[in-house]
């Protein structure tokens, strides 16, 4: 079965600090990768998606960045995070059809 | 306006009332969602739709494809149904567009 792993759990960061979330996925190959951040009091937002090794489109401007250096992980990061950064992370998976997996999501607070 | 939107916002209800949240879409979709958020943030997913109705125990997801609204239900609600429901729907590129959830809290 498909498992997805997220790490960490929670983050507590000063502003301008580098971040590096990471998320990898067991159980399936190739699959799309997903990146959302769920700001306090709004809805998810897709950040970036991968189709594969190396490919990333971004959704949303903004200071983070999005790599994918093997087939089943992919890493979120920032080299100076801003206040605005501080969210719910969460990191999903999916095969090309509707369903999406997601995985226990990070808590990032940045002070 | 956002391209899906969720009502209520906010719900609280006594345990054993049956609930409703409604969500509207503007956009073309292959595939809706329904989603539980619980308080320490991990999603599941309830339901996908594309057509009809599907129930899962005390749950039922409906969609109107026509009217590009969907309902989420609950018959006999209890305190452990307490949590965020969110709707979202498919984009062209696989990925999902979310409503920004209704809180629900069920009071035993």
């Known amino acids: 079965s498909q498992t997805i792993h997220q790490w960490p759990a929670t983050l507590v960061q000063p502003v301008g600090s580098p971040l590096s979330l990471e998320c990898t996925v067991e159980g399936t190959s190739n699959p799309n990768l997903y990146w959302y951040r769920q700001a306090a009091g709004r809805g998810l937002q897709l950040l970036f998606y991968?189709?594969?090794?190396?490919?990333i489109s971004s959704e949303v401007p903004q200071n983070l960045s999005a790599s994918r250096p093997q087939d089943r992980q992919f890493i979120l990061s920032s080299k100076k995070l801003l206040l605005s950064d501080s969210g719910f992370y969460l990191c999903a998976w999916g095969r090309g059809v509707p369903e999406q997996y997601f995985g226990p999501g990070t808590r990032l607070t940045v002070t | 306006k956002n391209e899906v939107e969720q009502s209520p916002q906010n719900l609280t209800a006594q345990e054993g009332e049956f609930i409703t949240i409604n969500c509207s879409y503007s956009?073309?979709?292959?595939?809706l969602h329904w989603l539980q958020q619980h308080p320490g943030g991990g999603i599941v997913s309830l339901f996908m739709?594309?057509?009809g109705k599907k129930k899962h125990g005390r749950l039922i997801a409906t969609i109107n494809i026509q009217e590009k609204h969907s309902s989420l239900h609950i018959t006999a609600s209890h305190p452990r149904d307490s949590a965020v429901y969110i709707c979202a729907a498919r984009g062209s590129q696989g990925n999902l567009i979310f409503g920004k959830g209704t809180k629900l809290s069920v009071k035993p």
């Open positions: 739709l594309s057509s």
């Open positions: 991968s189709v594969g090794i190396g490919q």
């Open positions: 956009v073309g979709i292959s595939a």
